[in-house]
């Protein structure tokens, strides 16, 4: 899944339309150089951090954390989603939408300077515990189909230790 498909993710998960049981956790760290910590959501059972078991031991996690604890009322989120192969990140994708427009730019991984180290992660039933920590720069996309312009980035160092539900197709 490219960058706006997690947005996409992002879009349903906040509009809570997967119910699962579970506790709201945040994620923490430095922005642009500002102290920063958004809100995963756990309201009536909508969880905005979640996993799926591909099988084989193949995992796709994503977690989006809102500024505001009530996320419906802020489009500001920052966005991890990773895919796991045998317990390895193969792949991952980190967005910070910024703005109030439906498709605002985005602060993103592609084309840019990020490290994300998983330094945990373990099922139980139908929660899993994801932690670890996002380091580097973000580059700038100003629109769906721009080239992201890592001159005009933003350094971030977010650690994250949230506990992510199940989805079942």
Known sequence: ??????????????AGLWSVPAMAERLEGELDGTEREWFVQ???????????????????????GF????????????????????????????LNLIGTSVMPPV???EGADV??????????GSVARVAGSV??????QDA???EPNLEE?????????VTAARIEY
């Open 153 to 161: 980035g933003i350094d971030i160092d977010v650690a994250f230790d």
């Open 1 to 14: 899944m490219g960058q706006w498909g997690a947005i996409t993710l992002s879009t349903i998960l906040a």
């Open 115 to 124: 490290r994300l180290t998983l330094d945990t992660f373990s099922v139980e």
């Open 67 to 94: 500024i505001d604890p009530d996320g419906r009322r802020s489009r500001d989120s920052l966005s991890i989603s990773m895919a796991l192969e045998g317990g390895e990140v193969i792949h991952y994708d980190v």
């Open 144 to 146: 769906l189909g721009e």
């Open 42 to 64: 756990s309201q009536q059972e909508d969880f905005s951090a979640t996993f799926t078991d591909i099988g084989g031991g193949d995992f796709r996690i994503d977690i989006v």
């Open 135 to 140: 380091k580097g720069t973000l580059a700038l």
């Open 107 to 109: 602060y993103t991984s």
